[in-house]
């Protein structure tokens, strides 16, 4: 008895989208064609730019899976809330770092340990 594969739902187009990559932090000015029938805009020469900063290189994590790199900022982050309090820039830099390089599933966990006083990290 030979089964039916399910039907593939069809996608919409992805958007042109064009990096500009540049040092030190890997900027990227991502200029978005806002134009179609998923799109509001209703001008397709519109177009929209989208600045995304990651966290800088770090030369304790040079060639190593990006997992530690994402936990030590993570870490970083509380330690320096802890100390400074949470408003200030010096632990906001740890924030973005930390959620540029982190799954939110990991972090809505740790957030969770945390909590519950059963976190393994050194806060």
């Not at 397709?44 to 994402?70: G, L, S, V, W």
């Not at 408003?87 to 830099?93: L, R």
């Not at 770092?97 to 340990?113: D, T």
Request: hydrophobic share 35%; with cysteine; net charge positive.
């Amino acid at each position: 008895q030979a089964h039916a594969l399910p039907r593939r739902r069809r996608r919409p187009p992805p958007l042109p989208i064009r990096l500009r990559l540049g040092p030190p932090l890997r900027d990227a000015a991502i200029p978005l064609l806002a134009s179609g029938p998923w799109s509001p805009v209703s001008d397709p020469h519109e177009m929209a730019e989208i600045e995304i900063k990651t966290a800088p290189a770090d030369f304790r994590f040079p060639t190593t899976n990006q997992t530690r790199h994402c936990f030590t900022r993570y870490i970083e982050y509380h330690r320096c809330v802890n100390a400074k309090g949470e408003a200030t820039a010096d632990c906001e830099k740890f924030a973005k770092y930390y959620r540029s390089l982190c799954p939110a599933e990991w972090v809505e966990k740790w957030n969770e340990q945390r909590e519950n006083g059963t976190f393994a990290g050194p806060l």
